[in-house]
């Protein structure tokens, strides 16, 4: 019984660890390979709001994108 009991702990804590590092690395990659927001995605957003953004106020938006992940 008690075996039985430390036998399913100890296969459950280490498949926790390794699959918390799996889904990390997965996520990473993921997000490495499709940003979640881009300059030229602020830009076409504020065109179709009707106006046409400077490049400054694109890069303060990418900052404030940044700031906030």
């Known amino acids: 019984m008690l075996k039985?009991?430390?036998l399913i702990v100890g296969g459950l804590i280490p498949g926790i660890i390794i699959g918390f590092f799996i889904a990390r690395f997965y996520m990473k990659?993921?997000?490495?390979d499709n940003p979640p927001?881009?300059?030229k995605m602020i830009?076409?957003?504020m065109s179709s709001m009707g106006r046409k953004p400077s490049q400054k106020q694109v890069k303060q938006m990418m900052a404030q994108?940044?700031?906030?992940?």
């Open 43 to 45: 830009e076409t957003l």
């Open 29 to 32: 990659k993921y997000l490495k």
């Open 65 to 69: 994108m940044n700031k906030m992940m």
């Open 37 to 39: 927001i881009n300059e």
């Open 4 to 6: 039985d009991i430390l």
